[in-house]
């Protein structure tokens, strides 16, 4: 089993920045892939990004390439999400995502990841 823990969720003003972390723990080494999606109310949960352990291989949604950065820090088995010229659109909980297979083609469908964190609350005011 893996356990994630989000962090770093709050209320922002639009055009700031944000960094979320996720901290993996337990049985980390059948991890090969990261990722973080985000749901705001009403709407289904969507792809944000994803990373790739071995290689640190990103992929990200159109609508945060230019201003999300994933990557991690594998010594510490966190993954960060850093997150830049925020716009109210981006106001969702947000969640990290593990899972042990790799996939180029389904590296963004929700229900390939096994293990999720809790989430947390990200809130970008006009």
């Known amino acids: 089993q893996v356990q994630l823990v989000e962090s770093g969720g709050g209320l922002v003003q639009a055009g700031g920045s944000l960094r979320l972390s996720c901290a993996a723990s337990?049985?980390?080494?059948?991890?090969?892939?990261m990722g973080w999606f985000r749901q705001a109310p009403g709407k289904e949960r969507e792809f944000v990004g994803s990373i790739k352990l071995n290689s640190a291989f990103t992929w990200r949604a159109d609508s945060v390439k230019g201003r999300f950065t994933i990557s991690t820090d594998n010594a510490k088995n966190t993954m960060y999400l850093q997150m830049n010229s925020l716009k109210p659109e981006d106001t969702a909980i947000y969640y990290c995502?593990?899972?042990?297979?790799?996939?180029?083609?389904?590296?963004?469908?929700?229900?390939?990841?096994?293990?999720w964190g809790q989430g947390t609350q990200v809130t970008v005011s006009s």
């Open positions: 995502a593990a899972r042990t297979t790799l996939s180029p083609i389904t590296y963004a469908k929700a229900n390939q990841y096994t293990y």
């Open positions: 337990g049985r980390t080494v059948s991890v090969s892939m």
